[in-house]
């Protein structure tokens, strides 16, 4: 398995002994994000089993709960099921898109982080039995189990927006940064362009749920920046299409974004959510309250609805009603992560139909509270560990600056560094740990040491 320099390792070798000495051990800490009161992983003897555990998706969030289960029990049989080879490190597609990393940053194997002793299947998981206790690839090959963990991750549904098609990105002013490496990689080329010469850059989000929601925010304070950088702000216009009333779930960190918009002179419109875009004659095509409209664009950002995997969505598990039933999300318990109507079934990361908690540092505080719960079911005991909602986001608002927003469930911002990182600050130590600590603490999670 590759080990990489520990982010301790790399804030010293990034900041200097004067830098650390006059941030104490708050500085070095920076890489853990949420970790002044992060869950525990879990220690003690391991747990004698001949259980057998399937865990469907190898992403962040099941490779995390893979490695932590692979030391707390003794004999069981852990299998994860996942076709894809590469193993992604999506807090990086940002970096990448703006132009600071190559794509080979956010691209590792799916293998590398597997533990030993823990069975991979290279196929996908095209059909739930809860009621056989089973799931079905798509080679046709039927996996019992006595628990399953859903990580699957989610759906991008590119083909809801008309027009159109990955093999667009990176040409006529189109970008994709939640595609994938390469995908970010070319809509950098796209922004490049676009920041010497101006224009329109439009951005804006899907209405649905999705991972990450402070990314669409991110990349266009990106933009902005790399106009100014080169002296062509006063030759462009940056317009958030924004798919509700709001810009931030959390109303006060709404505010501050709404602040920064009008401060960096950005236009909003509201309750627009895109349904296509033309191509040839660069216009988005939105749908609004009062109905179509159309918005021209010479840079844009598309991001797609995001959907439960469709062998989730059309499964036993997933929400029938409620705000999470219309994309399928899992119906889980919001602290517990175990699922409803299934007891044996627990679900983390982005497919769990909870309220808060699509992005990397939720699914590190989730996987602790599903595999002590799952041991404690194989042991015949029983855990009071929760997961409170929490979510991370190193909120970019320039290059070299951003704030590091953290909130659970009932929007309360929970910081992880108080007295040192203010949350809604633009800071240089928050893009220090964006752009350099995060990594290192993401594959430690991964690892399940996290």
Request: a neutral charge.
């Amino acid at each position: 398995m590759k080990h990489e320099a520990s982010a301790d390792d790399i804030l010293k070798a990034a900041i200097g002994r004067r830098a650390l000495l006059r941030g104490g051990a708050a500085l070095t800490a920076l890489g853990a994000f949420g970790a002044a009161s992060q869950a525990a992983v879990g220690g003690g003897d391991p747990v004698r089993s001949s259980a057998r555990i399937v865990i469907a998706g190898a992403g962040a969030a099941g490779l995390a709960c893979a490695n932590q289960l692979s030391r707390r029990l003794d004999g069981a049989k852990i299998t994860l099921i996942d076709a894809r080879a590469r193993h992604l490190y999506q807090p990086g597609f940002t970096l990448i898109a703006a132009g600071l990393k190559d794509a080979a940053y956010s691209i590792s194997t799916t293998a590398e982080w597997v533990p030993q002793g823990v069975e991979l299947i290279e196929a996908s998981v095209a059909e739930f039995d809860p009621e056989g206790n089973k799931v079905v690839t798509d080679a046709g090959q039927s996996v019992p189990y006595d628990f399953l963990i859903v990580a699957t991750g989610l759906k991008l549904d590119w083909d809801a927006v008309e027009g159109f098609d990955l093999k667009l990105v990176g040409t006529d002013g189109i970008g994709a940064v939640y595609a994938g490496p390469e995908e970010a990689a070319k809509t950098w080329i796209a922004l490049d362009k676009f920041a010497d010469r101006g224009g329109v850059a439009l951005f804006g989000r899907p209405a649905t749920e999705m991972k990450c929601a402070g990314a669409p925010l991110k990349f266009a304070f990106i933009t902005d920046d790399h106009l100014r950088r080169r002296n062509n702000r006063t030759k462009a216009e940056i317009v958030y299409a924004a798919h509700s009333k709001i810009l931030f779930s959390v109303p006060i960190v709404d505010e501050k974004v709404r602040m920064l918009f009008e401060d960096r002179g950005f236009e909003t419109r509201h309750n627009h959510v895109l349904k296509a875009i033309d191509p040839a004659k660069k216009i988005a095509t939105y749908a609004t309250p009062e109905g179509d409209t159309e918005i021209g664009y010479d840079f844009t950002n598309v991001i797609p609805p995001m959907r439960a995997p469709d062998a989730v969505r059309l499964s036993p598990l997933a929400w029938t009603e409620g705000p999470f039933a219309a994309d399928g999300w899992t119906e889980s318990d919001m602290q517990t992560l175990r699922h409803k109507r299934f007891a044996n079934v627990f679900s983390v990361g982005d497919v769990a139909g909870v309220p808060k908690g699509k992005t990397a540092a939720s699914a590190k505080w989730q996987a602790p509270v599903v595999v002590e719960h799952l041991v404690a079911d194989i042991a015949g005991t029983t855990s009071d560990k929760s997961y409170n909602g929490y979510t991370s986001c190193p909120l970019i608002t320039k290059i070299g600056r951003a704030m590091l927003v953290e909130f659970d469930y009932r929007n309360n911002l929970v910081p992880s560094f108080p007295g040192v990182i203010a949350p809604l600050e633009e800071l240089w130590l928050t893009w220090l740990m964006k752009e350099v600590a995060l990594k290192p603490t993401y594959l430690a999670m991964v690892r399940g040491e996290a």
